[in-house]
């Protein structure tokens, strides 16, 4: 028996790269299996993911840290922390990554009150035209891109957009 296990180990080994492909064309070719095999053991990847990440902490780490540096990481973090200073309230919280670069690029990358052009240095910030505290919500028409001066000197005032 142990002989016909070393073979298997030893033909594996050998053979890695071809059967890992073999098997990924497979499961491609057969979406139902993984369906039907995730509805009948649903608790029990459950319960190995939960004890995978217990185990690999490091690893959900430097996961998390770059996952924050991606597109959706950062859409997701900004409307986290929308959600948060919205408090208790119902908050409409739809804006994403890409929705903000269009809004950065209809005001060609400039403040919308002072005009001046966002660098290194004056990074764009979200300005809510109505203010969270004040009902506002967390979309692309509510949206401004503004330098920080600017977004410091309005506070919580409501503007009007066509200003």
Do not use: V
Not at 107 to 128: I, V
């Amino acid at each position: 028996m142990s002989n016909r296990k070393e073979y298997f180990e030893k033909y594996y080994q050998e053979n890695k790269e071809k059967l890992l492909a073999q098997h990924k064309n497979w499961l491609e070719n057969n979406p139902e299996y993984m369906e039907c095999w995730y509805k009948n053991n649903s608790e029990h990847w459950k319960e190995y993911k939960k004890q995978w990440h217990k185990d690999n902490p490091e690893y959900n780490r430097k996961y998390q840290i770059n996952w924050r540096k991606t597109e959706t990481g950062k859409a997701n973090i900004q409307r986290g922390h929308s959600k948060q200073r919205a408090g208790e309230r119902e908050l409409i919280n739809t804006l994403t990554f890409n929705e903000w670069l269009d809004i950065l690029k209809k005001y060609h990358w400039k403040c919308a009150y002072c005009g001046k052009e966002f660098d290194l240095f004056r990074r764009p910030e979200r300005d809510h035209i109505i203010p969270l505290n004040k009902g506002g919500n967390n979309t692309k028409e509510n949206i401004l891109p503004s330098c920080r001066n600017c977004n410091a000197k309005k506070q919580n005032k409501i503007i009007d957009k066509t200003e």
